[in-house]
């Protein structure tokens, strides 16, 4: 639960220069069909993490020493909820590769 739990103290503290620090230099982050680099990805996740009022309920669905499963509940302010799937790959100890799936949790 190394990796789940340091997910989730980086989001719940906004620790953006550590995040940094532990994404690959060649990270890479896909959704949908959007991709993006590490730059990118922090830049985002402090966008959304100003529009969006929690992760809710997280749910640690498989972690080894390569890779990590996990799900949550994002609530926006207007109060539309997601599930969402993330799946980080790693390599050199840290996060190289990430793909998410939100689903409308609203159904």
């Known amino acids: ?3 789940y739990n340091k997910v ?22 896909i ?9 990118e990805h922090i830049a985002k996740l402090k966008s959304q993490f100003t529009t969006k009022s929690a992760i809710n309920e997280p749910e640690l669905l498989y972690e080894n020493e390569d890779m990590m499963a ?13 599930r969402i799937t993330q799946i980080q790959l790693y390599k050199d100890g840290k996060v190289w590769r990430e793909i998410s799936n939100a689903v409308d949790a609203m159904q």
């Open 31 to 39: 959704k949908e069909t959007a991709l993006s680099d590490r730059q």
């Open 70 to 82: 996990f799900k949550h509940l994002v609530v926006q302010k207007n109060g539309k909820k997601h």
């Open 8 to 29: 989730l103290k980086l989001l719940e503290e906004r620790s953006w220069d550590e995040m940094k620090g532990w994404l690959h230099e060649d990270f890479m982050y």
């Open 1 to 3: 639960m190394e990796k």
